[in-house]
């Protein structure tokens, strides 16, 4: 089943000389459960890219539907709260609240939601990320590679449609990237997740089920 | 090979810190136009409070205790020309004007019934530096013209015109007697009155000097004023060597006498002045403690890496210094120039708007005591505000620099800088709003309306006027007229002391007693009290008159009044029983008192007390003869009163009325008070008519002698001071509450600047920006509404401590909970703005873009 499909996204900056065509009419879709790596060198296009299909950006043109939903065409209190609902974000830099302990982290944003976590499912989340142990702590007590951990769990406690993910590997060492790579495998299995992660590095983008490789903002 | 170890720790990384702090200076532009904004805030109100408290204190403290001569603060000697010369040369006067009389004692006009009028000729000085400031017209050239004051020209309904004649009735000497005689004048102009705050009792006319030539030559120059503006006073003992200084320039000129005004109130105003700049430096110091502390905090790993490549402790701190010190100055610079000219325009607003009766007396503070002490006190503030967080930078290690998280002093030192401004409104605005007029009505005047003789309480220019037992009669005789009540005290003739070969003051109401009894035992013991004190220099004790008596106060009045007037003195022995008193055999004894200066005259072996049998030989004057009497002393009081309401005030001997007239054959000459109220308060016009009503009878009358109070005029005074205590009140809680303001939103918004990454993330994840600026509003309500309970705690006890000082009335609740309320309410309305713009300025940039900063 398709859960995310792309159609013409397009995404300029400037004008006239200095126009950059960041992404330039890009189409792709996605399956539900599957694991979806992009790929490309620094500027290719692939962040913004990533930040279009969750909303955080605006498209000149094209379009973003997720679960049969046009993101694009919402205004900017409809799509924060889509994307509360709907996309887990995990960045680079984690981007925990480091006045929040672990647990606050995670549920977030079901929090923002207005709703009330889980308890167990968060428990299973965390056991599976190995990461129970530390709900009382705060970011800045854990390594690199347990905030991405956090972050992971954070992204997928609400159990979204896409879990999308900005280079998480690009701030830890390899053996803890592996690491995390094989934790986006498992929540993929385990939670039947739809993943999407930019990477510039080909070896981790292996681990996912398709690669859509982007060069100056086009597919190639 | 050998390693030269005192090489290896030698210091020679100085001279780097000032390279290090300029490149550390150029790279914080944002903590640095917040923290000169702090210190230019902060000196900006020192420098204003000190222009405007120093203002305050010169205006207030000449205005509140304004005697004749007020530009030389009521000193003056007394002496023709050739003392003025000489008084003009000595270094220790800086000028000295010249005031001669021109009738023998005040004018005797009938409209001027209650008020002491009197007719000088002054010199150019005088006018210029007493503030005799002309109005409209010219100063008068001959000598039948006159210049009048504003008040006077307001109580007689001239309306300020020009040209037109009056006639004075003057004291002229002829023939070595004072003879009254009306003089024909015409008005030449009007001068702003300086004395505006005595104009119910004094005012002064001026004429040329020819007048005396032509009208009055065979008058004395013995007695005419020089006013003396002293340059050697100490600042420090406020006003207290006046007198010394005064003999001195007295005796090196060869003046006859010398006068000053009895209180100085430069302290009452200068401490809190200093109290209210400490106020401010307490504020100003959580302020500029934040932003160094947020700086130091977001910069902390940097000082650790410094430390790891061999940056000394001491090294760091002198580089943070050099920042501080460039920080400090350009706010001080910008402060000051803004804070001197605020205040100079602000306190003349100030002041002169809310207070009629101070306007005449305003002077500036002085430029450079007002620069100078603005400076050095917001230099300190800064200076203090900043050794504890550099001291954190300089002492962190590297390992702890990288795990550090601050510490939330921050939010605490918000808190107090907000609830410290919250304390200020809360105690300003009850203690203004709550302030009761009918109360210091009712605190300063017994009855509504009370006529007293000069003579009970001063001494006079001219022969004693007794109070006519007529001009009782018709008041007591007005319909509006209730409980009404006469008191006399004794006066001994002759009651003179002469001048010049004048009998030129007539002495203060006093009794005098045989130097028999137990009454005299303690007039002795007493004097001797007093030189054992060693204060008979400057406290004079019991005189003694020329027939050897002792000479006391001797009071009588009806014992129904012992009531009321029971709580203006504490009973140190004895009780006041009513029933007792007016049997006639019991007698109240109060000793003595030097105005509260802590003179007891205590010692000398010898006290009456309660209980004690006494016999007194009073001495009756008009029969010239003894009268024996014998009593028992029913209490010994003294007196607490501090607003003379009480119609005791200084006795000595109080007996009954009855008592008192089978002592004195002349007694009916010597009422001294009459008092009575009106018919309770209805509106103030109706107060206003009884007023006038009595002012004409007194006026009609015409005794000049006699001093007339009531609670109507008191009204129009005490709503003046309710608006001063105000104005100036909420003045200094709303500058105290811009740094407080200033501190919350400048911790709020460093915070979020802190966390503006951790902002974008979550909206990233799902944060609307309503959700966003409800948790800002959360985090400023958490702030302001802890200094807010904080300001309520501390607030309530301080401002019922304050009410219990004589100036306000008292603490009062409604109006306490009102301002809580108000400060409430503009707490939630900062909080969401605050909120609000904080989001707003927030969102100017895409989650993306903000994202994007950090990554």
């Given amino acids: ?220 | 090979m050998n390693i030269d170890m005192s090489i290896m720790y030698r210091n020679s990384n100085t001279g780097i810190e000032k390279e290090l702090a300029i490149e550390e200076y150029r790279a914080h532009k944002a903590r640095n136009r917040m923290a000169v904004l702090a210190v230019t805030l902060t000196t900006i109100l020192i420098t204003l409070i000190f222009t405007v408290g120093l203002s305050l204190v010169r205006t207030v403290s000449l205005a509140v205790t304004a005697a004749p001569g007020p530009g030389a603060d009521g000193n003056c000697v007394y002496g023709d020309e050739e003392v003025l010369e000489k008084v003009r040369a000595l270094p220790q006067v800086d000028w000295a004007a010249h005031v001669k009389r021109c009738s023998s004692t005040y004018l005797h006009n009938r409209e001027f019934a209650g008020v002491e009028v009197r007719l000088f000729a002054a010199d150019k000085v005088h006018y210029e530096k007493n503030m005799v400031d002309l109005i409209t017209g010219k100063y008068p050239e001959k000598e039948n013209e006159i210049l009048l004051s504003d008040t006077m020209s307001k109580r007689l309904g001239l309306e300020e015109e020009v040209g037109i004649s009056y006639p004075l009735m003057v004291v002229v000497r002829e023939n070595g007697e004072d003879v009254e005689k009306e003089i024909s004048m015409n008005v030449c102009g009007y001068y702003n009155n300086p004395l505006r705050n005595v104009k119910e009792i004094y005012e002064e006319i001026y004429t040329d000097e020819s007048f005396i030539s032509v009208y009055n030559p065979e008058l004395s120059s013995g007695r005419d004023i020089i006013y003396v503006k002293l340059n050697n006073l100490d600042f420090f003992r406020f006003g207290h060597d006046k007198y010394e200084k005064l003999e001195e320039v007295a005796n090196a000129s060869g003046a006859s006498s010398s006068g000053y005004k009895m209180s100085d109130m430069s302290a009452v105003f200068i401490i809190p002045v200093f109290l209210i700049v400490f106020l401010v430096m307490l504020c100003g110091y959580f302020f500029i403690y934040n932003i160094f502390d947020i700086s130091i905090t977001n910069d902390i790993r940097f000082y650790g890496e410094l430390k790891t490549i061999g940056m000394t402790s001491g090294q760091l701190r002198r580089m943070l210094f050099i920042q501080m010190n460039r920080i400090a100055w350009k706010g001080i610079a910008a402060g000051s120039l803004i804070g001197f000219g605020t205040g100079k325009i602000a306190g003349r607003e100030i002041i002169c708007s809310f207070a009629e009766g101070v306007k005449g007396y305003y002077q500036t503070a002085g430029v450079l005591e007002v620069f100078v002490l603005g400076a050095f006190f917001s230099w300190v503030t800064v200076y203090i505000s900043t050794m504890k967080p550099f001291r954190a930078a300089g002492n962190i290690s590297p390992v702890e620099a990288v795990r550090y998280r601050g510490k939330r002093k921050k939010g605490i030192f918000s808190i107090l800088s907000f609830s410290l401004s919250g304390i200020l409104f809360l105690a300003v605005y009850t203690l203004s709003i709550g302030y009761r007029v009918d109360v210091m009505r009712e605190r300063y005047n017994e009855t509504d309306f009370r006529i007293s003789h000069k003579g009970s309480m001063w001494s006079l220019d001219e022969a004693y006027q007794p109070i006519s037992r007529k001009l009782a009669e018709e008041l007591a005789g007005f319909p509006f007229a209730e409980n009404f009540r006469i008191y006399y005290q004794a006066r001994t003739m002759p009651d003179y002391v002469e001048v010049d070969g004048e009998a030129a003051i007539y002495l203060s109401s006093t009794g005098e007693i045989g130097k028999n009894g137990e009454i005299a035992r303690d007039v002795e013991a007493y004097n001797e009290g007093l030189k054992e004190e060693g204060a008979e220099k400057y406290y004079y004790g019991i005189r003694e008159s020329e027939r050897g008596n002792y000479q006391l106060e001797v009071l009588g009045m009806d014992a129904e009044y012992l009531t009321d007037e029971e709580k203006y003195f504490k009973v140190l022995e004895g009780e006041l029983d009513e029933k007792k008193f007016a049997s006639g055999n019991y007698m109240i004894y109060q000793r003595k008192q030097n105005g509260g200066r802590g003179i007891t005259g205590e010692g000398g072996g010898y006290q009456v007390h309660a209980g004690d049998e006494v016999e007194i030989s009073f001495y009756d004057a008009d029969a010239n003869r003894y009268v024996e009497k014998k009593f028992t002393v029913l209490a010994i009081i003294a007196e607490i009163d501090p607003f003379s309401t009480s119609n005791i005030q200084n006795a000595n001997i109080i007996l009954t009325d009855e008592t008192f007239r089978s002592i004195y054959s002349g007694c009916e000459d010597y009422i001294s008070k009459i008092c009575f109220d009106g018919n309770g308060h209805i509106s103030l016009e109706e107060e206003r008519e009884e007023y006038e009503a009595i002012q004409k009878a007194i006026g009609e009358d015409g005794n000049l002698q006699l001093y007339f109070q009531s609670e109507y005029e008191d009204e129009m005074h005490f709503n003046e001071e309710k608006r001063i205590i105000g104005a100036i009140g909420m003045f200094i809680a709303g500058i105290v509450g811009l740094i407080g303001i200033s501190n919350v939103m400048n911790t709020v918004a460093t915070e979020l600047s802190a966390r503006r990454l951790e902002y974008a993330a979550m909206q990233s994840i799902g944060m609307t920006k309503r959700q966003m600026e409800m948790a800002l509003f959360g985090q400023y309500a958490r702030y302001v509404f802890s200094a807010v309970g904080l300001a309520a705690a501390v607030g309530a006890p301080l401002t019922y401590a304050l009410g219990l000082n004589y100036q306000f009335t008292g603490f009062s609740l409604p109006e306490f909970l009102q301002a809580l309320a108000l400060l409430l309410v503009f707490s939630i309305l900062l909080c969401g703005v605050m909120a609000h713009i904080l989001t707003k300025a927030m969102n100017r940039k895409s989650v993306v873009e903000r994202l994007r900063e950090v990554a």
């Fill in chain 1, 1 to 220: 089943m398709e859960i995310l499909a792309v159609r013409n996204l397009k995404k300029y900056y400037g004008s006239g000389e200095s126009l950059i065509k960041a992404v330039d009419g890009i189409s792709f879709s996605v399956e539900k459960g599957s694991f979806t790596a992009i790929v490309g060198t620094s500027g290719s296009g692939k962040t913004t890219l990533l930040n279009l299909i969750g909303g955080l950006d605006y498209a000149d043109e094209g379009e973003v539907m997720i679960g049969g939903k046009s993101v694009l065409k919402m205004n900017d209190d409809e799509r924060t709260v889509f994307r509360r609902r709907n996309i887990g974000f995990v960045f680079q830099n984690y981007n925990l609240i480091s006045t929040l302990n672990i647990y606050k982290n995670i549920t977030l944003p079901i929090r923002l939601d207005g709703n009330k976590p889980d308890g167990e499912y968060i428990r299973h989340i965390c056991k599976t990320l190995g990461i129970e142990e530390k709900m009382e702590s705060y970011p800045n007590q854990l390594s690199g590679g347990q905030q991405q951990r956090v972050a992971i769990a954070r992204a997928i406690a609400a159990k979204p449609a896409v879990l999308l993910a900005d280079e998480p590997t690009g701030n830890l060492d390899s053996r803890t990237g592996a690491e995390v790579m094989g934790l986006l495998k498992m929540t993929e299995k385990e939670f039947n997740q739809t993943i999407i992660m930019i990477t510039h590095n080909e070896a981790i983008a292996q681990l996912a089920d398709d690669i859509i490789h982007l060069e100056d903002g086009k597919l190639v």
